[in-house]
Every structure is written in structure tokens, then in C-alpha cells.
């Protein structure tokens, strides 16, 4: 990366404000015209005007010579020597950076502005208070602290949210979450429910990651979503490390590396089922161990087989693309070919296999479920903004890989022809086709909502990024390249972007009451006692973790 002055890294940062400034007054625009408030009647033209001057202050002052004085204070700052007095000070500042985003999240905004630009602006100027206070204490470099800073908080704010279902409300906190139980519990149907019923036939290895729980009696519901969200948690961290150690950092990068995976894939996000295929692949392939890698290429694709049928291919696509990577054509003509023809023709083989000896014994009898991914209807609408996304496939999908491809840019610019042009089109060609069936994939009922369809492509993307970053690349010639430096507005960027994505997740922990769930269980209870039917679509766990007694399951009904 380039060297970073302190008037550099004062410059991205102000541009940077401007933009999240101008975007705040657009939601908190927006905001007004939902609650029906007449905006220039109300205080929130006060706040409007606060956003509208921070950007016009911003923008000047990036271009003004009065930022170099500035860039020279700070400077002169960061290095005085450390004192109590000073320490205190430093150490405030970054405590009330952190307490003052939740603080103006929870009880300032609140329910009445709960977008996400408002409190983005609070978080860039507690960040810099922050940075100002680690580099002075740590005498780090502006940029090191201020990656430190971002990625450290995104990560509580991510795993804040993760752990927020963790509830013991009996009811279900999301339209989809009774299904994920009920298809969880299949796998021990016999125990639960007294019948036999076929196994999942949508993403089966979510599910029988998620029925684990259920191998010990009488856990409650709040356990198993803990269990959830420690799935999201421990398998999104475990290809995350994966990859910054696939990346080759080291020490303190190492970490932050990782950090900024963690965030990157919950930008989709990627399904922690899926996240077994990355660790597997990331973990076990090498070019100079092709038997290995291909045990491990055969494994992800078994899990494959099991997953998403658009992830089929993908454990093969990846490992191909490592190989291409590292690996020089240097005059191999079509030998060099061979190796990535296998890998992709066997793994794509175990996914079917995998697939077919499942269905042999989901006990499904309509065999066309399985493949309904293909016969669903598709929404073209929803590749722009919409009432389901509001950001849009393909902006918000461009959101998250701009940075990216800017620091691609700037490491190959002059360097195209370090790979061998073939090497070049395979790379592209495997990145086009996962964007492409990603976004198509979006656009069908039940798809769209956000980017998780577009995983596969964000890991491949990933890949390619940090091979690059960290010199993985082979050249054609003997010579190691020396790709170029990336400016510090991409990486800026690059940690930016995540963080918008996980500090919409601050909020007051998810709670009930008590009292008033349990009179409706009372309710239903009776009714059933009394000789009445309900029928459970969206509360189906209620038969599953036994809240409701004497009702015999009825699966053609479950909604998935």
C-alpha cells in the first residue's frame, strides 16, 4: 500500500464525510416524508442542516490550505510523550468514540431515524477522535490505526447482531425462522413428532448443521438459536481466518485481514453453510500437493452436492483459480490445462453424485422439488432498487466490489502481461459466470431481499484480491512481479463500505413480554382442548419445541 501522510489520510476522510453527509440528508429526507412530517416546520431541519454544513465544511477543507496546518498539529500531537494526564485523555477518547455511536443510535435517533447514513456520520467523527487517541497512544501509523479502529468496532457491531436472536420468545422473531427449525428437526422426526417424514429438499446441509441441537433432549428454543447465530459466527470467522492465511499476513495484519473478511462476507452475506465449501478449499488446496487438493476439492463438492445447486461448481472454481494464480503456463500448451480439467470434471461429478445419492434417501417422493430453483419465476425488478432491497442488486452488489477492483486496478496497472493472456481469460470467465447466475439466481421468488445469492462470486472476488495483495501471483517469468501499490482511498474504501453493512445491527437487544406470550400460548392451548383447529405456519416451532401439547403435525402445510 502507498504511504499514507497525515494530510493524505485527513483528505479521504473528509471526502468520505461529505459523501455520508449528503446521503444522510437524503435518508433523513426520506424519513420526514414517511412519519408525514412537515420537514421545514420541524427540528429536523436543524439536523438536515447540520449534515448540509459538515459536507460543504468537508469539501472546502480537503482542498484548503488550512488542512495542512491542521495535518502539522496533529502531527506534532501524536508524537508528545506520554504523561497520566495525556494517557487519560487518549483513552477517553476512544471510549466515549465507542460509547457515543450506541448512545446517539439507541437514544437519540432511536425508532424515529433508524438509518443507517445518520449514524454512519456519527461514527466517522467518533473514529477519528478514535484514531487520533490509539496513534498517539501507540504511536501507530494514521492509516493502521485507523483500520484498527474501524475493523475492531464492525466486528462487535456484526457480532452484536449474530448473537440478537438469541431470544427465548416462544413466538417466531422473523417470517422464515419457524421453517429453519421445523426443516431442522426433520432429521429427527421419528423422535419429535412420532412419524417419518422426507428430508429437506432446499439447502440440506444448513439444516442438518442447524439439527445438531436436537441430538440432545429438551434443549429450549433459545438455545437453538444461539446455536444459529454461533454458526454464523464460527464459520464466517473460520473462512475469514482461512483467508488471511491464505493471504500469508502475518501478526497483527494477520488479524485485521481476517477482521475485514469477516466483514466483507456479511456484505452478502455468505450462508455459513456455504462457508464450509471456502475452508475446505482454502485450507487443503495447494499446487504443489494436486493429490491433496484434490481430496479436498472432492469433499467441499460432496458438501456442495448438499448445499445450493449454484454452488456445484464453485469448490472446483475456486481451487482452479488458486492454481491459475500460482501457477505459470510457461510453454506447457495443453498439459498445463489438465490438472484444472480435473479438479473441475471430478468436483462437479461428487456435487451430482452427492446430490442424487441425497435425494435416493431424503424418502422425497416428488423428486421435482429439487429442482424448483430452475422452474421459479423469475423478478427482473429486483436487480435495481425496490420495495424488497432498496439498494438493488446490481448497486449494491457494484457498492461492495468497486473498492476491490479499484485496488486490482491500481496493483495491475502495467502489469496485465506478467500472466499469460489464457491465465487472464480463465480468471475473468469464472468471475463473469458467478456474477452472472448470482444476480440471475436474485431475481427468483424468494431471492433478492440482499446480496446472499451474489456469495459465491464475493468469495471468488475475495480470492483473487488477496492473492494479489499478498504476492501470491505467479508471474510468467522467473522474476517475482512487483505489482503496484494501492491508494489509500480504495483501501479507505474497502473498510468503509463493510462497516455500513454491520452498524445497522446497533440496536436495544431484542425483547418481550413475558406475561403476554404466555396467555396467548394459554389461548391456543385451549382452543385445541376444546376441540379446535389451528393451523401453524409461521409458528410451526411451537409443536417442535413442545409449547404446544396434543396437536399432531400436519407437513403439508409447513411453509418454507
Given at each position: 500500500?502507498?504511504?499514507?501522510?497525515?494530510?493524505?489520510?485527513?483528505?479521504?476522510?473528509?471526502?468520505?464525510?461529505?459523501?455520508?453527509?449528503?446521503?444522510?440528508?437524503?435518508?433523513?429526507?426520506?424519513?420526514?416524508?414517511?412519519?408525514?412530517?412537515?420537514?421545514?416546520?420541524?427540528?429536523?431541519?436543524?439536523?438536515?442542516?447540520?449534515?448540509?454544513?459538515?459536507?460543504?465544511?468537508?469539501?472546502?477543507?480537503?482542498?484548503?490550505?488550512?488542512?495542512?496546518?491542521?495535518?502539522?498539529?496533529?502531527?506534532?500531537?501524536?508524537?508528545?510523550?506520554?504523561?497520566?494526564?495525556?494517557?487519560?485523555?487518549?483513552?477517553?477518547?476512544?471510549?466515549?468514540?465507542?460509547?457515543?455511536?450506541?448512545?446517539?443510535?439507541?437514544?437519540?435517533?432511536g425508532s424515529t431515524l433508524p438509518q443507517v447514513m445518520p449514524i454512519f456520520w456519527v461514527f466517522l467523527w467518533a473514529s477519528l477522535a478514535q484514531v487520533v487517541g490509539l496513534k498517539a497512544l501507540r504511536k501507530f501509523d494514521w492509516y493502521a490505526a485507523f483500520a484498527v479502529v474501524l475493523l475492531a468496532q464492525g466486528f462487535i457491531y456484526q457480532t452484536y447482531g449474530i448473537f440478537a436472536i438469541t431470544s427465548a420468545n416462544p413466538f417466531s422473531m422473523g417470517y422464515s425462522e419457524a421453517g429453519r427449525h421445523y426443516y431442522a428437526s426433520i432429521f429427527f422426526a421419528e423422535?419429535?413428532?412420532?412419524?417419518?417424514?422426507?428430508?429437506?429438499?432446499?439447502?440440506?446441509?444448513?439444516?442438518?448443521?442447524?439439527?445438531?441441537?436436537?441430538?440432545?433432549?429438551?434443549?429450549?428454543?433459545?438455545?437453538?438459536?444461539?446455536?444459529?447465530?454461533?454458526?454464523?459466527?464460527?464459520?464466517?470467522?473460520?473462512?475469514?481466518?482461512?483467508?488471511?492465511?491464505?493471504?500469508?499476513?502475518?501478526?497483527?495484519?494477520?488479524?485485521?485481514?481476517?477482521?475485514?473478511?469477516?466483514?466483507?462476507?456479511?456484505?452478502?452475506?455468505?450462508?455459513?453453510?456455504?462457508?464450509?465449501?471456502?475452508?475446505?478449499?482454502?485450507?487443503?488446496?495447494?499446487?504443489?500437493?494436486?493429490?491433496?487438493?484434490?481430496?479436498?476439492?472432492?469433499?467441499?463438492?460432496?458438501?456442495?452436492?448438499?448445499?445450493?445447486?449454484?454452488?456445484?461448481?464453485?469448490?472446483?472454481?475456486?481451487?482452479?483459480?488458486?492454481?491459475?494464480?500460482?501457477?505459470?503456463?510457461?510453454?506447457?500448451?495443453?498439459?498445463?490445462?489438465?490438472?484444472?480439467?480435473?479438479?473441475?470434471?471430478?468436483?462437479?461429478?461428487?456435487?451430482?453424485?452427492?446430490?442424487?445419492?441425497?435425494?435416493?434417501?431424503?424418502?422425497?417422493?416428488?423428486?421435482?422439488?429439487?429442482?424448483?430453483?430452475?422452474?421459479?419465476?423469475?423478478?427482473?425488478?429486483?436487480?435495481?432498487?425496490?420495495?424488497?432491497?432498496?439498494?438493488?442488486?446490481?448497486?449494491?452488489?457494484?457498492?461492495?466490489?468497486?473498492?476491490?477492483?479499484?485496488?486490482?486496478?491500481?496493483?495491475?496497472?502495467?502489469?496485465?502481461?506478467?500472466?499469460?493472456?489464457?491465465?487472464?481469460?480463465?480468471?475473468?470467465?469464472?468471475?463473469?459466470?458467478?456474477?452472472?447466475?448470482?444476480?440471475?439466481?436474485?431475481?427468483?421468488?424468494?431471492?433478492?431481499?440482499?446480496?446472499?445469492?451474489?456469495?459465491?462470486?464475493?468469495?471468488?472476488?475475495?480470492?483473487?484480491?488477496?492473492?494479489?495483495?499478498?504476492?501470491?501471483?505467479?508471474?510468467?517469468?522467473?522474476?517475482?512481479?512487483?505489482?503496484?501499490?494501492?491508494?489509500?482511498?480504495?483501501?479507505?474504501?474497502?473498510?468503509?463500505?463493510?462497516?455500513?453493512?454491520?452498524?445497522?445491527?446497533?440496536?436495544?437487544?431484542?425483547?418481550?413480554?413475558?406475561?403476554?406470550?404466555?396467555?396467548?400460548?394459554?389461548?391456543?392451548?385451549?382452543?385445541?382442548?376444546?376441540?379446535?383447529?389451528?393451523?401453524?405456519?409461521?409458528?410451526?416451532?411451537?409443536?417442535?419445541?413442545?409449547?404446544?401439547?396434543?396437536?399432531?403435525?400436519?407437513?403439508?402445510?409447513?411453509?418454507?
Open positions: 500500500m502507498e504511504n499514507v501522510s497525515t494530510k493524505k489520510f485527513l483528505q479521504v476522510w473528509l471526502w468520505a464525510l461529505t459523501v455520508v453527509s449528503l446521503l444522510a440528508i437524503l435518508q433523513t429526507i426520506q424519513r420526514t416524508a414517511e412519519l408525514e412530517i412537515a420537514l421545514l416546520r420541524s427540528k429536523w431541519i436543524g439536523l438536515v442542516g447540520v449534515f448540509a454544513l459538515s459536507a460543504a465544511l468537508a469539501a472546502w477543507l480537503s482542498f484548503s490550505s488550512l488542512l495542512n496546518r491542521i495535518a502539522d498539529w496533529l502531527d506534532k500531537l501524536a508524537t508528545q510523550s506520554l504523561n497520566p494526564f495525556r494517557i487519560t485523555v487518549y483513552v477517553s477518547l476512544i471510549l466515549f468514540g465507542f460509547l457515543s455511536v450506541w448512545f446517539t443510535r439507541l437514544y437519540v435517533f423422535k419429535l413428532y412420532g412419524m417419518e417424514l422426507p428430508l429437506p429438499f432446499l439447502h440440506p446441509s444448513r439444516y442438518l448443521l442447524l439439527s445438531v441441537p436436537f441430538l440432545a433432549d429438551g434443549l429450549p428454543l433459545w438455545f437453538h438459536r444461539f446455536w444459529q447465530a454461533f454458526l454464523w459466527f464460527g464459520l464466517t470467522l473460520g473462512a475469514s481466518l482461512s483467508l488471511s492465511r491464505f493471504s500469508r499476513t502475518r501478526g497483527w495484519t494477520f488479524i485485521l485481514f481476517a477482521l475485514w473478511a469477516f466483514l466483507f462476507f456479511f456484505q452478502g452475506a455468505v450462508y455459513y453453510h456455504l462457508h464450509v465449501m471456502v475452508i475446505l478449499v482454502l485450507a487443503g488446496v495447494s499446487v504443489k500437493r494436486p493429490g491433496q487438493s484434490l481430496i479436498f476439492i472432492l469433499l467441499a463438492s460432496i458438501w456442495a452436492g448438499i448445499s445450493r445447486v449454484n454452488w456445484f461448481p464453485v469448490p472446483a472454481m475456486l481451487a482452479i483459480a488458486i492454481y491459475i494464480l500460482e501457477t505459470p503456463v510457461n510453454d506447457r500448451g495443453w498439459k498445463y490445462w489438465l490438472t484444472p480439467f480435473i479438479w473441475g470434471v471430478s468436483g462437479l461429478v461428487a456435487a451430482l453424485v452427492s446430490q442424487f445419492v441425497y435425494i435416493q434417501i431424503s424418502g422425497n417422493t416428488d423428486v421435482s422439488a429439487f429442482g424448483s430453483s430452475f422452474t421459479s419465476d423469475l423478478i427482473w425488478s429486483r436487480l435495481l432498487p425496490n420495495e424488497t432491497f432498496p439498494m438493488g442488486i446490481l448497486p449494491g452488489i457494484l457498492l461492495v466490489s468497486v473498492p476491490l477492483f479499484f485496488a486490482l486496478y491500481q496493483m495491475l496497472r502495467g502489469k496485465m502481461s506478467a500472466l499469460h493472456p489464457l491465465r487472464w481469460l480463465a480468471l475473468i470467465a469464472m468471475l463473469v459466470v458467478l456474477f452472472v447466475g448470482g444476480a440471475i439466481v436474485s431475481t427468483k421468488i424468494g431471492g433478492g431481499g440482499d446480496l446472499h445469492n451474489m456469495d459465491a462470486y464475493l468469495v471468488m472476488l475475495s480470492v483473487l484480491a488477496a492473492a494479489f495483495w499478498s504476492g501470491r501471483v505467479s508471474a510468467e517469468s522467473e522474476a517475482k512481479p512487483m505489482w503496484g501499490k494501492v491508494g489509500w482511498g480504495a483501501v479507505a474504501a474497502g473498510l468503509l463500505i463493510p462497516l455500513g453493512f454491520a452498524i445497522r445491527h446497533i440496536g436495544f437487544y431484542p425483547s418481550f413480554d413475558r406475561s403476554i406470550a404466555e396467555k396467548d400460548i394459554q389461548l391456543l392451548q385451549e382452543s385445541l382442548e376444546t376441540g379446535g383447529e389451528i393451523l401453524f405456519i409461521t409458528e410451526r416451532q411451537l409443536i417442535t419445541f413442545d409449547v404446544i401439547n396434543g396437536i399432531t403435525l400436519v407437513p403439508e402445510y409447513e411453509q418454507s
